[in-house]
């Protein structure tokens, strides 16, 4: 059975049985005004009460200089180490640093069989700030074209341009030793 909800028109309001009464607000600012009057007196009795009733205080002597007792007597050591430290002298050998050329390094970003990836990639390295070349390589299994930055002397500053690079957004740069 279908109800025709449009027929039916507007509901009839239905009329709160229970009537609340606002209080009234004359009465509502005088009960604040008293409890406010009633605090202010309160405090200001306590702060009668509690008027001339400090403690003491205590006045303190000067010391007088002419009295003064002399320090005590400083006591003595018990170690001997002590005394064998002050005049002990530390000598250290170092060894000569050899200065002879290391292997530099390089960073390798990328190995792609197609040249356009590869250029798309030296690309992406060159907004970074940084140079790369490209590099054709003939292996067993065919022709790999590799991006390549370097040559490094130090691997802390091949360190310092992945980094560079990973900030970037380009990852997976490998450090070896330049072949």
Not at 76 to 103: A, F, G, H, Q, S
Not at 116 to 126: E, F, L, V, W, Y
Not at 144 to 159: N, S
Request: include cysteine; proline fraction near 8%; aromatic fraction near 8%.
């Amino acid at each position: 059975m279908a109800r025709d909800y449009v027929k039916k028109g507007k509901p009839v309001p239905r009329k709160n049985t229970r009537q609340q009464q606002p209080a009234p607000k004359k009465t509502k600012n005088i009960v604040l005004l008293l409890l406010v009057v009633i605090l202010i007196g309160a405090f200001i009795s306590f702060l009668i009460s509690i008027q001339g009733k400090a403690p003491e205080q205590k006045t303190i002597e000067p010391v007088n200089s002419s009295k003064e007792s002399p320090l005590p007597k400083m006591p003595e050591e018990k170690w001997e180490y002590v005394k064998e430290l002050e005049n002990k002298t530390i000598e250290v050998d170092v060894p000569k640093r050899d200065d002879k050329p290391t292997r530099p390094y390089q960073m390798q970003c990328g190995s792609f069989r197609v040249e356009g990836q590869a250029n798309t990639m030296k690309a992406k390295i060159a907004f970074a700030g940084l140079e790369s070349m490209v590099k054709k390589t003939n292996g067993s299994n065919g022709v790999w074209y590799r991006v390549v930055l370097g040559p490094y002397p130090t691997k802390r500053e091949a360190e310092a341009d992945r980094h560079k690079l990973q900030r970037a957004k380009v990852n997976g740069c490998q450090i070896w030793f330049w072949t």
